[in-house]
């Protein structure tokens, strides 16, 4: 199996579910107690990156993720990822940027929704995910629509995840708010899923809470990844 390499602080708090996600998938598929996957993270300062994306400089910002990516490689990575949506707006430049074979989030989470026969979903995420065409132009592929949450809802989102999610925190009152934007949308545009587009946003939906699909990016980029590092030596 290929070594694993993740482009990590995009928050500590999801990054460690990668971690933990990618580990119990060893566990659940290689034969031996202890048998789990090689991973190597490098974790960033996400108030560098951000910094530089709040402040409309996104060449520095892909500067210091190809960096990141680079260090991976150099550290024995043999498959990448970044463990954030946000950071995908740079995605195509990073990866013409990087020797490393990057798994790119959009496309695990396309292919769930396509899989389970999605059509219509809600995007929750950053302000920039949420605002960026990176979900509609991928999604559009598939004939799937992108719902985005009006303006008051999206600055909920934003401030819930620099507030509390990045921090590891979640309270009952933002549990509650994220799920009424949920219904609203089930009843005002009909979808059918909901994009859980930044990779906190699991800390706050689970599976159960609503009668409709949660897409849940972190956990289908990393089982992607896994799959990916071990397809490439025939593994099952």
């Given at each position: 199996?290929?070594?694993?390499?993740?482009?990590?602080?995009?928050?500590?708090?999801?990054?460690?579910?990668?971690?933990?996600?990618?580990?119990?998938?060893?566990?659940?598929?290689?034969?031996?107690?202890?048998?789990?996957?090689?991973?190597?993270?490098?974790?960033?300062?996400?108030?560098?990156?951000?910094?530089?994306?709040?402040?409309?400089?996104?060449?520095?910002?892909?500067?210091?993720?190809?960096?990141?990516?680079?260090?991976?490689?150099?550290?024995?990575?043999?498959?990448?990822?970044?463990?954030?949506?946000?950071?995908?707006?740079?995605?195509?430049?990073?990866?013409?940027?990087?020797?490393?074979?990057?798994?790119?989030?959009?496309?695990?989470?396309?292919?769930?929704?396509?899989?389970?026969?999605?059509?219509?979903?809600?995007?929750?995420?950053?302000?920039?995910?949420?605002?960026?065409?990176?979900?509609?132009?991928?999604?559009?592929?598939?004939?799937?629509?992108?719902?985005?949450?009006?303006?008051?809802?999206?600055?909920?989102?934003?401030?819930?995840?620099v507030g509390e999610l990045t921090q590891g925190r979640v309270t009952p009152e933002t549990r509650k708010r994220y799920i009424e934007i949920c219904r609203r949308h089930m009843e005002k545009d009909g979808v059918d899923s909901v994009i859980l587009g930044c990779t906190e946003i699991p800390m706050?939906?689970?599976?159960?809470?609503?009668?409709?699909?949660?897409?849940?990016?972190?956990?289908?980029?990393?089982?992607?990844?896994?799959?990916?590092?071990?397809?490439?030596?025939?593994?099952?």
């Amino acid at each position: 199996m290929q070594r694993i390499g993740l482009v990590g602080g995009m928050s500590p708090e999801s990054t460690k579910d990668y971690y933990k996600i990618l580990i119990d998938l060893g566990r659940e598929r290689l034969e031996g107690e202890f048998n789990n996957p090689e991973i190597i993270i490098y974790s960033i300062n996400l108030s560098l990156m951000m910094g530089h994306v709040s402040a409309g400089r996104p060449e520095e910002a892909v500067a210091l993720l190809v960096n990141a990516v680079s260090r991976l490689e150099s550290a024995g990575a043999e498959v990448g990822a970044l463990t954030a949506n946000t950071p995908h707006i740079f995605f195509g430049e990073i990866s013409r940027r990087s020797s490393l074979p990057l798994l790119s989030i959009l496309d695990a989470c396309f292919d769930e929704a396509e899989e389970l026969g999605c059509r219509k979903a809600l995007l929750l995420g950053t302000t920039i995910t949420m605002s960026s065409e990176m979900y509609p132009r991928k999604f559009s592929e598939g004939d799937i629509g992108i719902v985005i949450p009006d303006d008051e809802a999206q600055a909920f989102v934003q401030q819930s995840i620099v507030g509390e999610l990045t921090q590891g925190r979640v309270t009952p009152e933002t549990r509650k708010r994220y799920i009424e934007i949920c219904r609203r949308h089930m009843e005002k545009d009909g979808v059918d899923s909901v994009i859980l587009g930044c990779t906190e946003i699991p800390m706050v939906l689970k599976d159960g809470d609503l009668p409709i699909t949660l897409l849940n990016t972190t956990r289908i980029h990393a089982e992607a990844i896994y799959d990916a590092a071990e397809s490439e030596h025939g593994g099952g």
